[in-house]
Every structure is written in structure tokens, then in C-alpha cells.
């Protein structure tokens, strides 16, 4: 098992690259569809939508120090059972709370299917970083 001195560079690494998938998913590849669905205005560069992508970083490190340990204790140490872990991970934690959230908040399917289809991506590329990392 890592050491704690060990753990810090790639799960930074790994955020890092998460962050920057969620900026192409929300900002370039679904920006317009998205910002209808949830009905966003553009306040690109505001305050309010800096302190948007710092959160993200901030949950975006916390998961990957939470899919690091879970990768640890499991002893997944290639890419491939690290994003295959990462996807049973999302598949258990991730998808039925947000199927819910969007069932209550009757948001549309197609905005379930764009958020759901990110963290999916989003686990199975950061639980693959975070096994093969050695």
C-alpha cells in the first residue's frame, strides 16, 4: 500500500485531469444543451462562476483521494481494473443519487444522460490514472 507522502502527486494528477474533462464537457463538447437544460445564464469569466470551477477542483479532489484509497484497498494496479473499479464505483454511488435528484427535480432525461454520461467518464479515467500510477 502507498504511504501518505505517496498518494499527493497522482491524486493531483488525476483531479487535475478530471477537472479538465468537466471544463470540456460543460464548457465546450455540451456547453449550449446543458445551459438550456438547467436553464444557466452565461457569466463566463464572474465571480460567481470562478468560484463554480474552484469547487469543482476542491470535489474534484476529494474524489480522486477517495478512488485512490478504494483502488488501494482493492489492489488494483492496472489502468484497465482501475477505470473497470471506477465504473462499478459510479454505477453503485454516483448513478442512483443522481437518478433520483433528477426524478424529484423533473429535469429532463437529456440532462440526466449529459451528467451521468460525465461522471461515468469522469471515474473510469481517473480510477484508470490513479491504479496505473506508479
Known amino acids: ?19 479538465l474533462i468537466g471544463a470540456l ?3 465546450l463538447i455540451f456547453k449550449k444543451s446543458w445551459r438550456k437544460l438547467v ?11 470562478i468560484f463554480a470551477m474552484g469547487c469543482s477542483f476542491v470535489a ?9 484509497t478504494v483502488l488501494q484497498l482493492a489492489g488494483s494496479s492496472t489502468f484497465e481494473a482501475g477505470a473497470a473499479l471506477a465504473v462499478i464505483c459510479w454505477l453503485g454511488f454516483m448513478a442512483p443519487p443522481l437518478i433520483v435528484q433528477h426524478v ?7 440532462l440526466f444522460a449529459i451528467n451521468a454520461a ?14 496505473a500510477w506508479r
Open 39 to 49: 436553464g444557466a445564464a452565461d457569466d463566463a469569466g464572474s465571480g460567481r462562476e
Open 1 to 19: 500500500m502507498h504511504t501518505q507522502q505517496n498518494h499527493v502527486l497522482p491524486v493531483l494528477a488525476a483531479a487535475v485531469v478530471q477537472w
Open 104 to 110: 424529484h427535480e423533473r429535469r429532463p432525461v437529456n
Open 118 to 131: 460525465y461522471w461515468m467518464i469522469a471515474m473510469a479515467v481517473t480510477g484508470g490514472i490513479l491504479a
Open 25 to 27: 464537457w460543460y464548457g
Open 60 to 68: 474534484s479532489l476529494l474524489l480522486s483521494f477517495v478512488l485512490f
